[in-house]
């Protein structure tokens, strides 16, 4: 069965700081990969996807993502940190069966230090 | 995301009471879900449906019903036998494809008084 797994619930960075947020997934087939990032009281918002056409795939506001199949990893990253990324961030996997279902993880909540 | 209107913002419940949770959108969108969101928890599917008149329990369907009456509405009754409602609701839609991701409105906060 498919599943995320994000490591770190909370992670702290530096404005201007790298920001690196963990992602493994498990599927039995090439799975689909999604990012969504989420602010208070509002819905989640589409950071980016992976739908095999290239492995690092880049998204809105300056993250990427790179597609990992021997480290089963979709890690998000950001070169320089800004204190409007600080928010949650979800990764999600698609369903196994064709369905347009997809799987969340827990969410990691970034928080921006000026 | 514009194209989908979730109402009212904030919902209270009195015990023993049923509440609904609307969802409505303009995208022309065929599959649409609902989701529940609790602190550390991440997002836990409740129910979806994939066309009209027909629905599918998520992994946490008891104490909530739905309809599909028309493509572009999907309500979401919180029951009296949700013992524990107080949580962030979440409805979403997608288009078809299983590369399509899903799209989010912005949500609807339901507390017990």
């Known amino acids: 069965a498919q599943s995320v797994t994000q490591l770190g619930s909370h992670v702290s960075v530096s404005e201007g700081a790298l920001v690196l947020l963990r992602c493994n997934y498990s599927?039995?087939?090439?799975?689909?990969l999604f990012w969504y990032v989420q602010y208070p009281n509002q819905g989640l918002q589409l950071l980016l996807k992976?739908?095999?056409?290239?492995?690092l795939v880049k998204g809105i506001n300056g993250f990427e993502a790179e597609f990992k199949k021997s480290e089963t990893s979709f890690h998000l990253t950001k070169p320089s940190a800004h204190m409007s990324d600080a928010a949650e961030y979800f990764c999600?996997?698609?369903?196994?069966?064709?369905?347009?279902?997809?799987?969340f993880g827990t969410g990691t909540r970034l928080t921006v230090i000026p | 995301d514009g194209g989908i209107t979730q109402s009212p913002k904030y919902l209270f419940r009195k015990e023993g009471q049923n509440v609904t949770l609307s969802c409505e959108q303009n995208?022309?969108?065929?599959?649409m879900y609902w989701y529940r969101q609790d602190p550390g928890q991440g997002l836990r599917l409740i129910y979806y449906?994939?066309?009209?008149?027909?629905?599918q329990k998520g992994d946490i369907a008891e104490g909530y019903s739905v309809s599909r009456e028309k493509k572009e509405s999907f309500p979401l009754t919180v029951t009296s036998a949700q013992k524990n409602p107080t949580a962030f609701y979440l409805c979403?839609?997608?288009?078809?494809?299983?590369?399509?991701?899903?799209?989010f409105g912005d949500g609807t906060r339901l507390s017990i008084l």
């Open positions: 999600a996997v698609s369903d196994e069966t064709g369905a347009n279902n997809l799987f």
């Open positions: 599927s039995s087939v090439p799975p689909y």
């Open positions: 992976y739908t095999s056409a290239a492995t």
């Open positions: 995208l022309n969108h065929d599959a």
């Open positions: 449906s994939q066309i009209v008149n027909d629905f």
């Open positions: 979403a839609t997608t288009d078809r494809g299983g590369n399509q991701p899903q799209h």
